[in-house]
Nanobody
Framework: QVQLVESGGGLVQPGGSLRLSCAAS????????VGWFRQAPGKEREEVMC????????TYPDSVKGRFTASRDNAKNMVYLRMTGLRPEDTGTYTC????????????????WGQGTQVTVSS
């Protein structure tokens, strides 16, 4: 079965950290550009990370640069998003995507995407 499954979301205080995981099954994630997108109620969807297909360049928007770090574990067929220095504005549903292209596409435009994991940053 081909699917992407996200995990690792939760409630965290401002300044805290979380690590999101994106696990792929049924296809090899390393062959795809993998992205994380987030969306909060009333806000536009935002790409917060993209790891390109090989050789795997990584891009981040200014809103998360220096705080979010992505990595691949090809042996486990997974991608991780380490988030530090979390802020209330980081709250949202985070969705992992996989696109058979050099760069990422949003959910519903990608080849595969997951159901999302909720991140809430609040004191």
């Amino acid at each position: 079965q081909v699917q992407l499954v996200e995990s690792g979301g939760g409630l965290v205080q401002p300044g805290g950290s979380l690590r999101l995981s994106c696990a792929a099954s049924g296809f090899t994630l390393d062959d795809y550009a993998v992205g994380w997108f987030r969306q909060a109620p009333g806000k536009e969807r935002e790409e917060v990370m993209c790891i390109s297909s090989k050789p795997g360049f990584t891009t981040y928007p200014d809103s998360v640069k220096g705080r979010f770090t992505a990595s691949r574990d090809n042996a486990k067929n997974m991608v991780y998003l380490r988030m530090t220095g979390l802020r209330p504005e980081d709250t949202g549903t985070y969705t992992c995507t996989a696109e058979a292209a050099t760069w990422c596409s949003p959910p519903d435009e990608s080849d595969y995407w997951g159901q999302g994991t909720q991140v809430t940053v609040s004191s």
